[in-house]
């Protein structure tokens, strides 16, 4: 019965050593290894920054692009600012694919106005907003 009590003592108590707890963890600046984990489908899955940032925020593409998006339908460049080659013009992709100008050197036309208000933010060009988001969380 001993020998019973001591092997449950050390089971139970090296199980409850190897718990981890994360609000215990050493701060750290994310680099291009970090990863979010989920089980949210109840598989375990890894989720690198790289690719959950751009839910987040839009990225810029340093590298111009060669064709003038169309204002909806795209499926390259999502949630993106580009420039396109040769014509220097400014779009914004949204992540459902619609492109709005924001500036052209060619024409001068772009965003006429931009207006913040419950909660969101949109850009209007021609009248029609052509982006919404959300507004960041005040403290």
Do not use: C
Request: proline share 5%; no cysteine.
């Amino acid at each position: 019965m001993k020998r019973h009590i001591i092997f449950l003592f050390l089971l139970f108590g090296l199980t409850a050593a190897a718990q981890v707890r994360p609000d215990l963890a050493p701060t750290k600046v994310p680099d291009g290894n970090d990863a979010i984990y989920t089980q949210e489908d109840g598989a375990l899955k890894k989720v690198k920054f790289s690719e959950a940032r751009k839910y987040f925020a839009p990225d810029v593409q340093l590298v111009e692009i060669n064709y003038t998006p169309a204002a909806t339908g795209n499926t390259q460049n999502l949630n993106e600012f580009v420039k396109v080659s040769g014509t220097g013009e400014v779009y914004y992709i949204d992540p459902e694919g619609r492109a709005m100008l924001i500036e052209s050197p060619v024409t001068g036309s772009g965003i006429d106005s931009v207006t913040i208000a419950n909660d969101s933010v949109f850009l209007w060009a021609g009248g029609t907003s052509y982006f919404t988001g959300l507004a960041a969380e005040q403290d």
